[in-house]
């Protein structure tokens, strides 16, 4: 048998009698979890699905063994307020909570005691901490949501554009540096959002949380300059980001519970 897409982090590519030996050595899996929606004229709309699978899979190639599981992606997110361009597949926010609360559940009935859901679309993610909270509610594990809090402050710093969040200056030059051939260039534009109050600033320190459908905001559906971007930004930001999320995943990953609870759970 061919050994090409075995891995031995790839939950999905162990057999039952593999994952339990493993299971002894390592408590901690990655959950990626995209989105399939409009990403501008010029980039895929498989962006938030192929960084969050992209980002899993570098960082458990870079972490110390026993390195910890990488599970299948969800790659549907929610994404109703993109709904008015093509391509955009939507799921409930509801469906998403229910789906990964049971991926999670399943994981600790398995005996997964850390789950880290890296996730690459922001609009999952009041619905991702949701699912994480019930989980933790229930099955008394370890859950956290990523969406990039880890080395935002980073990304930021090597960026000129202001609220620079959906197929702008940072995810056109994290698409360049991974996958050239699937950005046009030619078609990228700047939509930059001047939103004029900090309150409402989607990259202000002083932001609310707020929602709007992207057609009231954008034609393009860019929200950012998609023309600043770069190859190099890109490789950048994935180092850095890579970087972060393995010294997080590593200094949870061997940490027994209590610990990580300090003795208080
Ligand atoms: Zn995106």
């Not at 859901?117 to 509610?137: C, E, V, W, Y």
């Not at 850095?240 to 061997?254: A, L, Q, T």
């Amino acid at each position: 048998m061919s050994d090409k897409y075995k891995r031995d982090f790839l939950w999905e590519t162990l057999t039952w009698k593999e994952i339990e030996a493993r299971l002894k050595l390592v408590d901690t899996a990655i959950l990626p979890c995209g989105a399939i929606e409009q990403h501008g004229p010029h980039l895929p709309v498989d962006v938030d699905y192929f960084d969050a699978v992209y980002m899993a899979e570098k960082v458990a190639e870079r972490c110390a063994d026993p390195k910890p599981f990488v599970l299948p992606p969800i790659p549907f997110g929610v994404s109703y307020h993109h709904s008015a361009f093509k391509g955009t597949l939507s799921v409930t926010n509801n469906a998403l909570a229910a789906f990964v609360y049971d991926i999670g559940m399943s994981l600790a009935h398995n005996g997964i005691k850390k789950i880290v859901i890296i996730n690459g679309h922001g609009d999952n993610k009041p619905t991702l901490s949701f699912a994480a909270q019930m989980i933790n509610r229930d099955a008394k594990i370890f859950v956290c949501v990523d969406t990039g809090e880890s080395s935002d402050v980073d990304l930021y710093s090597l960026i000129e554009t202001p609220n620079d969040i959906h197929a702008g200056e940072l995810e056109t030059s994290t698409t360049l540096a991974v996958r050239p051939d699937l950005v046009n260039m030619d078609l990228a534009v700047d939509e930059t959002l001047d939103l004029n109050n900090e309150y409402l600033d989607f990259t202000s320190e002083r932001g609310v949380n707020w929602y709007v459908h992207t057609q009231r905001i954008s034609e393009s559906g860019v929200m950012g300059n998609a023309k600043k971007a770069t190859i190099e930004k890109g490789r950048k930001m994935w180092e850095i980001s890579i970087e972060k999320m393995v010294e997080f995943v590593e200094s949870i990953k061997n940490t027994p519970l209590e610990k990580l609870y300090q003795n208080r759970y």
